[in-house]
């Protein structure tokens, strides 16, 4: 199967092509095509002609097009869980997951649409403001650069895309090496519910020559990226005066506080550390346990784990698979090694089959260990005792990321203290940092990344204020 790129409504072959190997199988699935720069920049000058249309479209046919892809996307939901399955490895029934939150991202982003406005501002608060009315409208941006990673292959592009034309903007949308069948889906979607040629753009190929055309170009006003923070910060010192919403690393965590009825808590934990084989941004990947429940905890949760199902993404049964590349077996592995040599023990799991990393829970890690203090992205969880929960919190702010965190207590006063205390972009109390919903405001502090997610907010940051004066004197 040979993938063109998709500029200005139509499909493009391009001078070079790359093969796409299946993570589980290692078998090709697809060639690839690999944009140069001459390529990249037919995209930016599609999505740049295109952008007055999009700007002067109404919002009611904008949320038209949104709410017809949700539909067109329900209607292929089996069909898109498979690509999903087949390029990222993700277990079917996770895929399927994914593909549901799509269409409900795409319906967030047709409501919004309609729901873009401004304020009026009274000027007479002001001593020489009397006899003027002012009010602020909201227009587009202009074109977006969306880069998206592999792990969320469709709902991160729809995370990005969504808001992009919910607010009248246009898109060059450069998706992960490893998952374009799904952005390459999406966009076909998008054209058969009547979107203009050039307001949605695809062009895969190498990060460096893509990333580095779209963020430099003047053509763009806004970058949206998803990935790591060494990428992440790259975009920021290289965009100028360009917006930039930046979803980056994280190690996230989750204390369990005494009194906390474990029975009820441990399958959403292991549930949270291995779903996906870890590679989600906010997978629960440190558990910080008081002394007084961390035995039994440590007995529940190993036990749990080891009925985790291990085979094909494309099987029904199957609860992990292959990690996105070789070379994440081995990375993942040679930290687990490492853990172990500076004094961590294995409760279970530490070895791989073939691609599949097998789900892993380490006990009494060293917190400068890599499995701690950056982001592992495999199915590694930490289970660490602490004394009480002032030194969880400790723990977990120790750390350069700052998505998301958890706590389960049943005191009230221990609650609002970790909601207080965690310096992160979002507490959950009595529940695993794992949890996301698609209109929920999203995003981190420190190395986490800048700006936020989620359909209202995003598009906050894809439209610029402009400020009417009407002077009547």
């Not at 949104?66 to 490895?89: G, M, P």
């Not at 695809?202 to 970058?223: M, N, Q």
């Not at 698979?321 to 294995?346: N, Y």
Request: proline fraction near 4%; charged fraction near 25%.
């Amino acid at each position: 199967m040979k993938k063109d790129l998709f500029i200005n409504g139509k499909k493009v072959e391009a001078k070079n092509y790359t093969p796409l190997f299946a993570p589980y199988s290692r078998e090709e699935i697809a060639q690839i095509a690999s944009a140069d720069e001459s390529e990249v920049d037919l995209a930016l000058e599609a999505a740049y002609e295109a952008r007055e249309t999009m700007a002067k479209m109404p919002s009611y046919k904008r949320a038209l097009i949104l709410e017809k892809v949700a539909s067109l996307l329900q209607e292929r939901a089996d069909e898109a869980a498979k690509i999903i399955a087949l390029e990222a490895a993700k277990p079917i029934t996770i895929a399927k997951g994914e593909v549901d939150r799509t269409v409900q991202t795409y319906k967030f982003a047709a409501e919004e649409a309609k729901r873009i406005h401004g304020e009026t501002i009274p000027l007479d608060a002001a001593p020489g403001g009397e006899g003027r009315v002012a009010y602020t409208v909201s227009e587009p941006i202009g074109v977006i650069g969306a880069i998206t990673p592999f792990n969320f292959p469709m709902n991160l592009v729809a995370h990005k895309v969504g808001p992009a034309i919910a607010a009248g903007n246009t898109v060059v949308l450069k998706p992960a090496n490893q998952t374009p069948l799904s952005a390459f889906f999406i966009a076909e979607l998008f054209y058969e519910a009547g979107l203009p040629a050039g307001a949605l753009n695809v062009v895969t190929g190498s990060g460096s020559v893509i990333g580095e055309k779209v963020v430099k170009d003047d053509r763009v006003s806004k970058i949206s990226f998803t990935g790591s923070p060494a990428v992440g910060i790259g975009i920021r010192n290289k965009a100028g005066l360009k917006r930039v919403t930046l979803e980056l690393g994280s190690n996230a965590a989750v204390i369990i506080d005494k009194g906390v009825d474990l029975d009820k808590i441990i399958s959403r934990c292991v549930t949270g550390a291995f779903s996906f084989q870890g590679q989600v941004c906010i997978s629960l990947q440190r558990i910080f346990v008081v002394e007084e429940v961390y035995e039994a905890f440590v007995e529940k949760f190993v036990e749990k784990t080891k009925q985790l199902r291990i085979g094909s993404p494309l099987e029904e049964t199957t609860d992990v698979s292959a990690l996105i590349s070789p070379k994440d077996v081995d990375r993942t592995l040679s930290w687990i090694k490492e853990a172990e040599a500076h004094g961590a023990k294995i409760a279970v799991g530490g070895t791989a089959e073939g691609n599949v990393l097998i789900p892993t829970v380490l006990l009494d890690v060293d917190l400068a260990q890599k499995v701690s203090c950056q982001e592992v992205f495999a199915p590694i969880v930490l289970i660490n005792k602490v004394e009480n929960v002032d030194k969880a919190i400790e723990a977990v702010n120790d750390s350069d990321y700052g998505l998301q965190a958890g706590i389960y207590t049943e005191n009230i006063h221990t609650a609002l203290d970790a909601a207080e205390n965690l310096h992160v972009g979002g507490v959950l109390i009595n529940d695993i940092p794992t949890f996301r919903v698609d209109h929920m405001p999203y995003g981190g502090v420190k190395e986490s990344g800048v700006g936020r997610e989620g359909i209202k907010y995003a598009i906050e940051e894809m439209t610029e204020k402009k400020l009417v004066i009407f002077n009547r004197n």
